[in-house]
């Protein structure tokens, strides 16, 4: 079982930055590729970043590419979505999700259309203009 608990959302002007992190209760972090998803009212969940256990590999939505950057920590457990140049239409809830996936350093497909096994219950990011 992986219990993801995401922080750092607020509310920022058009053209802040937030940090947000995702902490992992979970013994082999580093086993599992990690993504961000966000929901924003009336729309459909998307992928906005995906990152591979060793951070070798990432993917970024055409529409926040250039503005975020995904890493990770293995040694804390977290993984990181640093927000720029924020847009009102970046407001919505941003999840992470886990998925197990060692040794694999290209990021599946699934991953980014589905999300994995496990979630976060999200944290709100609201971008006024």
């Known amino acids: 079982q992986v219990r993801l608990v995401e922080s750092g959302g607020g509310l920022v002007q058009a053209g802040g930055s937030l940090k947000l992190s995702c902490a992992a209760s979970?013994?082999?972090?580093?086993?599992?590729?990690m993504a961000w998803f966000r929901r924003a009212p009336g729309k459909e969940r998307e992928c906005v970043a995906a990152?591979?256990?060793?951070?070798?590999?990432?993917y970024y939505a055409d529409s926040v590419k250039g503005r975020f950057t995904i890493s990770r920590d293995n040694a804390k457990n977290t993984v990181y979505l640093k927000m720029n140049s924020l847009k009102p239409e970046d407001t919505a809830v941003y999840y992470c999700?886990?998925?197990?996936?060692?040794?694999?350093?290209?990021?599946?497909?699934?991953?980014?259309?589905?999300?994995?096994?496990?979630w976060g219950q999200g944290t709100q990011v609201t971008v006024s203009s």
């Open positions: 979970v013994r082999t972090f580093s086993a599992y590729a």
């Open positions: 999700t886990a998925d197990y996936d060692p040794s694999n350093d290209r990021i599946r497909a699934p991953l980014i259309l589905r999300g994995g096994d496990y």
């Open positions: 990152i591979t256990w060793s951070g070798a590999s990432t």
